[in-house]
């Protein structure tokens, strides 16, 4: 599995556009980035999925430069609710087993 | 509604009282997980099965059992539960391969004195 390299927290104010990048250097040719949203005393919650270039959908848009080495999650016009640890996940279909979810990246919405 | 339950949500014991975590899932997922969330560690997978009668371990499975004999529940067994085994635990299904979508359940706060 690659190993993946993103911040531990970010602070944002209410209404801004937040972006958290991840890095994984070594993905492999089959890996797929996912990102999980998980609020306080909750399960993750899948949010986005790419492979290349860019993916948005109603929540977020994750954009993966074509050496694929980094991924940048999206948030557009935060809010407070928006307040959550992401994760970045990144490996491909052949496994068995789940994807490592680390720590994950702490943002932190002010009003 | 689509969904994972577990049971209890919050659960108190003592150190070597056996307990049992029930998880539950109503989407005909092929694959089950327990996590462990511990402050500053992340989620941590204890076991995973990929279907009935078949589980393997995790990255943390010491102290922990599991069974698989319906495809829909996924019960996860402390024998002789000891207090670094207090922790937020978490349920997770999902079809097909790993990079699907998984889904999580609400969790169970777990504390050992």
């Known amino acids: 599995l690659a190993k993946t390299t993103q911040p531990i927290s970010m602070d944002s104010y209410e209404g801004q556009e937040v972006n958290i990048t991840c890095s994984h250097n070594n993905i492999a040719t089959n890996d797929y980035i996912t990102w999980y949203q998980q609020f306080p005393s909750q399960g993750p919650r899948f949010i986005i999925q790419g492979y290349k270039t860019k993916v948005t959908n109603e929540v977020a848009s994750l954009f993966i430069p074509a050496d694929r080495k980094s991924s940048t999650l999206s948030l557009p016009r935060v809010s407070l609710s928006d307040t959550a640890v992401y994760y970045c996940l990144v490996g491909d279909d052949t496994g068995a087993n789940n994807l490592f979810f680390g720590t994950g990246t702490r943002l932190t919405v002010i009003p | 509604e689509a969904q994972v339950t577990q049971n209890p949500r919050y659960l108190i014991t003592v150190t070597g009282k056996k307990l049992t975590v029930t998880c539950s899932q109503n989407m005909n997922h092929e694959y089950m997980s327990w996590y462990r969330q511990d402050p500053g560690l992340g989620l941590r997978q204890i076991y995973y099965?990929?279907?009935?009668?078949?589980?393997d371990k995790g990255d943390v499975p010491e102290g922990y059992k599991v069974s698989r004999k319906e495809k829909r529940n996924f019960p996860l067994i402390l024998e002789s539960p000891s207090p670094n085994q207090t922790s937020l635990y978490f349920c997770?299904?999902?079809?097909?391969?790993?990079?699907?979508?998984?889904?999580f359940g609400p969790g169970t706060r777990l504390t050992v004195l």
């Open positions: 997770a299904s999902r079809t097909g391969g790993a990079v699907n979508e998984q889904f």
């Open positions: 099965s990929m279907n009935v009668e078949v589980t």
